[in-house]
């Protein structure tokens, strides 16, 4: 089946599970949606994380898209039931493959999970978590400076470190034996990570897992690309600043190219009286 | 005249330009608009920022403002000029005032200015800076780790003392004698500002300085409210989030009373064909 898999984040930091997809699924369509125009999600509410990623999945419907990934784990823990419903086809967030990962590592049950706001304070790893091992202990701890910090590129910067022993000061007195770095822009991280956590813990990268899972599920539901590519892989992006091409590459770990930016409030218009109505989400 | 000011920020670091204007206008009705569904702006393209500068401008229009007050320095860098062709109504932005004192406090004219990439990268305050002094020597630094750091509240934290020093570090030794603080998220890092460049420079608060020449051009054009406050201040958000009352009321330095938020994406759908082109706009 050659319809491509649909990625779309926040922003760019969903790219690092393209990266994973590549290298997993190297004969796989990609067609991938980078909302910078509203970057970040983590820092919103509930509802608007919701509408947002509703539209998102919207614009990549567009392209016969066969499976949808939502690379962004502040959309996964928040809107995740919401696209399954509303979407055909299946729709895979980080939170679950992330979380199964660290349940199958972990053999004290004892789990840290980092990740933004939104993510950490809607409790979907930790329900998650549960819901596979219910006797697991998880401490979850939201950390909004590590994705600035990762987008000014201070990735092993003293300042970095700093914020890093002080958002983990408490979760390391917990005897955890495993982290989730719950937030696409973590895995750039992972040296400073390490660094404070030390050696002997395990570092779930939810992009990496999901990739996992995708493969997974292309494989039973019999939709596995066997023709090898027929695209190049493409970007869209609602808005392209300066640094782009660079932070982008830095998170694909190679040169981002087949970039176009999409005005993304035109599209919205057009949808017009389809977009969900904001009203009816994030009520529960 | 007692139509209302109308004020918009990206989110509401614009609330110090109101608590200044509450102070030195009293009598004034104030409708503020904060794009939190959107903030930041900082990080965002030039073409985009003046998308969404017209588009708040329009939202505020709705009320029959009588003047209004950008109080978000990346859109007074980029937008104020967009802003003034397309309306007509007087448009105030932040960095006009902030450079005026600027060049009014300075002795030995070496002057720094700090805010987000979007505003650095423009030279808006280098030019208006210059404009009044040309043998003025400005140096800017992009700080886009200070607005996070004030969101997360971490305003006198070591952390933020040392994200202080990396940034300020080349432009002390500028001998620089005056420091615009060139986003409205600012004004609360003032106090750790100090700890950094010392007791004798002088730091500029655009938004204290845009609210005395907001005052200056309503007497100018004979349209200050004689009559006393009609209406309490409004506040119209695009997004809620969790922490919303707890900052905002740091940044007016009361409690943010009158709230509502707005489903600002049907506002734009309503306005629809009318909404300016983006393809007109960010070419020089």
């Given at each position: 089946m050659k319809d491509p898999i649909g990625i779309f984040d926040s922003?760019?930091?969903?790219l690092t599970v393209v990266k994973e997809l590549i290298k997993l699924l190297p004969d796989e369509n990609l067609i991938y949606f980078g909302d910078t125009a509203r970057?970040?999600?983590?820092?919103?509410?509930k509802r608007l994380i919701q509408q947002y990623a509703l539209e998102d999945a919207n614009f990549l419907l567009q392209y016969n898209i066969k499976l949808l990934v939502v690379a962004c784990n502040s959309a996964s823990s928040l809107a995740l039931s919401v696209l399954q419903e509303s979407l055909d086809i299946p729709v895979i967030g980080v939170v679950i493959p992330g979380a199964q990962a660290a349940v199958d590592l972990?053999?004290?049950?004892r789990i840290g999970v980092i990740g933004t706001t939104a993510t950490i304070n809607s409790g979907a790893y930790s329900a998650q978590i549960k819901r596979l091992t219910p006797d697991a202990k998880v401490i979850g701890q939201p950390c909004p400076l590590l994705v600035p910090l990762v987008e000014e590129g201070w990735l092993d910067d003293y300042v970095t470190q700093l914020t890093l022993k002080k958002y983990l000061h408490d979760m390391m007195r917990e005897d955890i034996d495993t982290l989730i770095l719950?937030?696409?822009?973590y895995p750039l991280l992972e040296p400073a990570i390490r660094k404070v956590v030390g050696s002997e813990k395990h570092l779930i990268d939810s992009g990496r897992e999901t990739a996992k899972a995708v493969k997974e599920v292309l494989m039973k539901e019999d939709m596995?690309?066997?023709?090898?590519?027929?695209?190049q892989n493409k970007f869209f992006v609602s808005d392209i600043q300066e640094k782009f091409a660079e932070v982008g590459s830095r998170f694909l770990g190679q040169p981002l190219q087949n970039i176009e930016r999409i005005d993304f409030e035109q599209f919205l218009i057009q949808l017009g009286t389809n977009v969900p109505c904001a009203e009816n989400l994030g009520k529960e």
């Open positions: 922003g760019i930091g969903g970057i970040p999600y983590g820092t919103k509410s972990s053999k004290n049950k719950g937030c696409t822009h596995l690309n066997l023709k090898g590519k027929t695209i």
